[in-house]
């Protein structure tokens, strides 16, 4: 008995070797770019969360939500928060959401936390009754191209009231 491959076996196996790597193209698109995209969204959002759970705290620990301090006015891109130990400013800017201490109007000695998250979208409502703020309505999603089409991911809601401690 001989052996090796008739022609016929090779002409099968060439006809046969495109319909394969055409089939296992997608399995090689989900590890060269899904994989790693969804390594960054799961990171972004790991961040989001962090700064949603030290808002929380801020919240919690919250005696009032002020409308101004120190010549900033809380609005969608800024909200305060007033603590026992001075006054808490959240602020949107630029992909970031930045966390300063401020003291009694002395702002160059502001302590200052910064989260990166640049494609994250946070929005955030101040909840009013006569006046005084009561709680913070934060909606948070991750937006991402993905060829030519935007996707959101992690959409998510919560409401924080001020002072449940």
């Known amino acids: 008995m001989r052996k090796g491959f008739t022609l016929v076996e090779m002409l099968i196996v060439i006809m046969t070797l495109p319909f394969i790597c055409i089939a296992l193209d997608g399995l090689f698109n989900t590890f060269l770019s899904e994989i790693p995209r969804s390594s960054r969204v799961l990171q972004e959002n790991t961040t989001l969360l962090n700064m949603l759970e030290q808002l929380q705290h801020d919240i919690d620990a919250g005696k009032q939500l ?45 302590q200052v936390r910064v989260w990166s998250m640049p494609n994250a979208k946070v929005q955030w409502r101040l909840w009013r009754q006569q006046g005084h703020g009561y709680a913070v309505e934060v909606r948070t999603h991750i937006k991402y191209q993905i060829r030519s089409k935007s996707q959101e991911k992690m959409a998510n809601s919560h409401l924080y009231f001020l002072g449940v401690l």
């Open 66 to 110: 002020p409308e101004s301090f120190a010549g900033q006015t809380a609005d969608d891109k800024l909200l305060l928060i007033e603590l026992a130990e001075g006054t808490i400013c959240y602020q949107l800017k630029d992909g970031q959401v930045l966390r300063r201490n401020l003291t009694d109007t002395q702002q160059g000695s502001e």
